[in-house]
């Protein structure tokens, strides 16, 4: 009988959102400053990508994962809807809100159209409608947590909201994984560039 082997990327992605999930929902990040969720961030980022680096078998089922799945990930912006409702309810500031909102759903709708056009990526055009999408959603996330960071300095008030549960959420888990598959698409699409010279070269012959 041969053994099953349970991929660690995936076990450890569970363990990542369960550990997110019950800190988030015990109430322990409450009115925690706007600064320090951005230090999380940038922790879980860092430790995300430390641990992707040096550690083979978690490298090689990332490096080894289907790209689509990778931006499949992002539908989960689709929550920028959530944002919008919650500014129209008074909940949000504006100045959040329509920046997040809008901006997370159409790097969503836009994910769905990559993903039906531009994958496999066999050609060029294709390897550049990626690249494209790939700036166009960190860009968008980047100014997303630049904006929120800076309304929390200025006020904390206005984004008190985002230590709550299940908002908080999104600073321990769903955030860092966009910006750690954001990165890892850049790192596929460097791979590709090569293979995809070549095949059109060989193609053009």
Not at 88 to 105: H, L, T
């Amino acid at each position: 009988m041969t053994r099953k082997i349970v991929p660690v990327g995936p076990v450890l992605l569970g363990i990542w959102f369960t550990i997110a999930l019950v800190i988030s929902a015990s109430g322990l990040l409450y009115e925690v400053p706007a600064p320090v969720m951005g230090a999380i961030n940038g922790l879980l980022i860092t430790v995300s990508l430390l641990t992707i680096y040096f550690v083979q078998p978690i490298r090689s089922w990332v490096m080894n994962l289907d790209l689509r799945w990778l931006i499949l990930y992002h539908f989960v912006r689709f929550v920028g809807i959530a944002f919008l409702v919650l500014h129209a309810q008074g909940i949000i500031p504006s100045e959040f809100a329509i920046i997040a909102g809008w901006g997370d759903v159409a790097v969503a709708v836009t994910a769905i159209a990559t993903v039906g056009f531009a994958l496999p990526i066999t050609t060029v055009p294709r390897w550049w409608m990626v690249l494209l999408w790939n700036l166009f959603g960190l860009t968008d996330i980047l100014y997303v947590l630049k904006t929120g960071i800076g309304l929390g300095l200025n006020n904390p008030e206005q984004m008190i909201w985002i230590t709550t549960f299940p908002f908080s959420l999104l600073p321990t888990f769903i955030v860092p994984l966009i910006i750690v598959t954001h990165i890892l698409i850049f790192i596929r699409l460097w791979q590709l560039r090569l293979p995809l010279r070549t095949h059109d070269l060989l193609a053009s012959q």
